[in-house]
């Protein structure tokens, strides 16, 4: 390690505070060593966040510092998993002190309030990337698939959709309105720990919204071989959204955008009052239900069953 790297490690990602237990030996050695509580499985997800594509060149650094671990925390909430650990490995084109403590205040103050410790990572020189690898823990036997989904079952998400869509429109427009709700969405999304949790034990299938709902909810159908009926009457978006929708002259537009990062979750019917009472959200729609027809379709109350399976897609040209 180059005294520059450890200078970088030691003055931007070191922490003492907000310790979490479980970690026996953290930053500073060639491993991190962690204990897994008994009766306790590991959840781990790895995403890798670059400049240009998944975030835009200049995003402001302490926004991007919250993002990058939020979107790895959304995939423990899809999970039900309570967050514990992570590593980071960051590639950056030079060393900018204030860059790095913006970008870090932002990390760190998403990480504690989920208990999150940094455990260890790497750092080099070249265009800038982030790759995030996140950890959690679940009880034994107890977690959240896509794969669960029945007959019946009805489909839900959280919070609304198409706005962090709408918000990538407007932060391609050099906006930085800290009060647009669509803006702050892209930029800051909040991870759904909470309500993954809640889901434990409830929830037949789930999967965290970040490639478009339509994408996203065919995931669970694929995974769990059946299809789907949306009312497009009650997907749950923005009054901005549907503006843009009218503007575009396409109702369907929400569906394919990415980055919500809320979640998309089934119940089984004849539970539905019950696990409702136990998630107790009242920013959780109910949008429609599984059905054994293969595929996704979305009823526009005209008459008419729309097909949809696209959203944000990595290689598509």
């Not at 109910?286 to 290689?315: A, P, T």
Request: aromatic content about 6%; proline content about 3%.
């Amino acid at each position: 390690m180059s005294s520059a790297e450890f200078s970088i490690i030691e003055q931007f990602f070191r922490r003492t505070q907000h310790q979490q237990s479980g970690c026996a030996v953290g930053i500073g050695d060639d491993c991190a060593i962690l204990d897994v509580p008994e009766n306790m499985q590991l959840a781990v997800s790895t995403d890798t966040l670059v400049e240009g594509v998944h975030f835009l060149s200049g995003t402001e650094p302490k926004s991007l510092g919250h993002k990058v671990l939020a979107v790895n925390l959304s995939d423990l909430a899809a999970m039900g998993a309570k967050p514990a650990w992570v590593s980071m490995a960051i590639t950056l084109p030079s060393i900018n002190k204030e860059w790095l403590s913006k970008f870090t205040a932002g990390f760190f103050a998403l990480a504690n309030r989920h208990g999150v410790k940094l455990i260890g990572g790497d750092t080099t020189q070249g265009p800038l990337s982030i790759t995030i690898s996140i950890m959690g823990l679940l009880p034994v036997g107890q977690r959240l698939l896509r794969s669960g989904a029945k007959v019946g079952d009805d489909i839900y998400v959280s919070g609304t959709i198409g706005g962090a869509g709408l918000g990538l429109l407007k932060a391609k427009q050099a906006s930085d309105n800290s009060e647009d709700v669509d803006l702050q969405s892209y930029l800051k999304p909040i991870p759904k720990i909470k309500l993954g949790q809640k889901l434990l034990n409830n929830a037949s299938a789930c999967i965290d919204i970040s490639d478009g709902l339509s994408a996203d909810l065919n995931h669970i159908l694929k995974a769990s071989a059946v299809g789907a009926k949306l009312d497009h009457d009650l997907l749950p978006i923005n009054e901005s959204v549907r503006e843009h929708a009218r503007q575009l002259d396409d109702e369907l537009w929400p569906y394919s955008t990415g980055d919500d990062y809320e979640l998309c979750f089934t119940l089984p019917k004849k539970l539905s009052e019950e696990a409702m009472d136990v998630i107790n959200d009242d920013s959780v729609t109910k949008i429609g239900v599984i059905e054994s027809e293969l595929g996704l379709r979305i009823d526009m109350k005209n008459g008419q069953l729309v097909s949809l399976d696209k959203g944000y897609e990595h290689f598509e040209k």
